[in-house]
């Protein structure tokens, strides 16, 4: 991997690049408002990785207690294969590491096989399911065949 990327916190600032990438990227994206949230939540730990000053990949997790959740982790189209979500998933979990983490927990869509393949090289392992965890479409329906379910995925640290 190129060392001209730069892993740091990402703040309300990205907010317009951050949801540019998140929407081309999920099925049903996150809501510029769920976004903002997400860097008022008590325990956030958010970074990105930036080229220069443009934000290529990001990452929102929280801290709770000796644990790390994994919310989103997203690398815009043209960065991808690069490497930059594992140079993610390392800096994020060295530094909680550093914090007293000693565990990290994540969901996926059971759908998403390069989500599950990355996981699976970062040392995280499939640890249950979630059964009808994930909307289909822009819907928030309760109607089961319009949902997916999600692998829940761990590490220790």
């Known amino acids: 991997m190129d060392t001209h990327f730069e892993v740091r916190p990402i703040s309300l600032e990205h907010l317009n690049e951050i949801s540019i990438i998140e929407n081309l990227s999920h099925i049903t994206p996150w809501t510029d408002q769920q976004i903002k949230e997400e860097f008022g939540r008590v325990g956030a730990y958010n970074f990105g990785v930036f080229e220069k000053n443009n934000l290529l990949a990001y990452f929102f997790s929280y801290i709770f207690l000796d644990e790390l959740h994994i919310l989103n982790l997203s690398v815009e189209e043209k960065s991808r294969k690069q490497g930059l979500a594992v140079l993610l998933i390392d800096f994020t979990t060295h530094a909680a590491k550093s914090a007293g ?57």
């Not at 699976?120 to 329906?141: A, E, H, I, M, V």
């Not at 109607?143 to 999600?150: A, C, F, P, Y």
């Open 101 to 157: 983490v000693s565990k990290v927990f994540l969901e996926c869509r059971e759908s998403n096989t390069a989500a599950r393949l990355l996981y699976t090289k970062c040392g995280f392992l499939l640890n249950g399911r979630r059964k009808s965890y994930y909307s289909l479409g822009s819907s928030n329906t309760s109607d089961e065949s319009l949902r997916e379910d999600g692998l829940l995925f761990i590490k220790e640290l």
